[in-house]
């Protein structure tokens, strides 16, 4: 009898200290902001530097909750991807050679695409639709990873940030459902 009373606490205890310790890493900062927000919510990410060098570059962040963390990225996301549309599209214009002229092409399409989904990404943000916009920062990560694997010697360093920031942004969005 006793052993049975034992192996059911052990076995509670068990799952009790399993769920804590899973949900611990998408756990909800709802009652932090600003810097001790930005703090535990981008160690969480996969790039946490990337996280949080672009949260805390923005002077709202200062007074953000998670969902004002998360709309900054997205308007971060969103300036960064029609910054990176211009720069691809002077490329594609210069280009002297074709093949370079292609894979400008190639890539001016990508983030001209991405424009029109980012934006439907803060539209679906304010209408708290926090999963839709989620899946669209997921699109356009794959926009971003599919330029950054041709030959765009211009672009790789924005390449790069934008897609370990929209990886981050992807968690944090996680946390609002």
Known sequence: MTMKVVS???????????ILLSSHHFAKADNEIGKPLITKTCTQTDFPDVCTSIS??????????LTGLSRIGLEFTAAKVNETTAEAYKLLINATEYYQWSMG???FQ??????HQVYKGL??????????????????????????VREVPELPGTNTLLSKFTTDLQTILHQLY
Do not use: R, W
């Open 8 to 18: 059911s606490c052990l076995l509670v205890i068990s799952v009790v200290l399993s």
């Open 56 to 65: 805390e570059s923005d002077p709202h962040s200062s007074s953000a909750n």
């Open 105 to 107: 092409s190639a890539c």
């Open 123 to 148: 539209e679906y943000f304010d209408q708290q639709k926090y999963h839709e916009a989620n899946e669209i920062v997921f699109l356009v990560n794959g926009e971003i990873h599919t330029c950054s």
């Open 110 to 115: 990508e983030y001209n695409s991405s424009v």
